[in-house]
């Protein structure tokens, strides 16, 4: 009987190890896979039913990247400083994403005029994306649509401390608002 017990015990080990393995199949990982970064301020997700989400970052807005040849190949000194804070944002949200194993949580406040789904984007482990973008300087506060935003206190909050600390686009006398530079050269 003594004999049966350690082979019992480690392949009842063993059976137990295999099973956690597999586990991610018997409880998927929560939240939306992100299939793509667009912006600093924009992403699209396939949700829980495999369809693709196109999602703007609700309460902010970030630095405008650019989307054709011509603004790739633009010399102006305005487009290269909003490019370039742009790909900034960009890449820290691929960062923030990548963390989370390409999973996001959305809480879609509202739709808008292109048909995006309007949301606060959440990490896997709780963080808000735009606190951290705004607390870093990597965008700006929308103002105009602070009203359809549930975590506004902390959005305000963040800016007010990049603004402080002079961090990202605060530390840039050059820099134009993104919604500004739209306006201008869109």
Known sequence: MEKLIKPLIWFCAAILILSLM??????????????????????????????????????????????????????????RNQFSWGAKA??????????????????????????RKVAEVRLKNGTLVQQVLLREGLAKAYRPYLNKCPSRDLVEQAEAEAKLQKRGVWSDAKFINPWEYRSLYK
Do not use: W
């Open 22 to 79: 597999g586990c991610d199949r018997l409880i998927p990982p929560s939240g939306d896979i992100v299939e793509r970064i667009s912006d600093g301020d924009t992403l699209t997700v396939k949700d829980a039913k495999g369809n693709n989400i196109t999602v703007r970052f609700a309460c902010m807005d970030a630095p405008e990247v650019p989307h054709s040849k011509k603004e790739r190949e633009s010399k102006r000194a305005s487009d």
């Open 90 to 115: 960009q890449e820290r949200v691929q960062q923030l994403v990548k963390q989370s194993s390409d999973r996001v949580t959305l809480n879609i406040t509202d739709s808008d005029r292109y048909g």
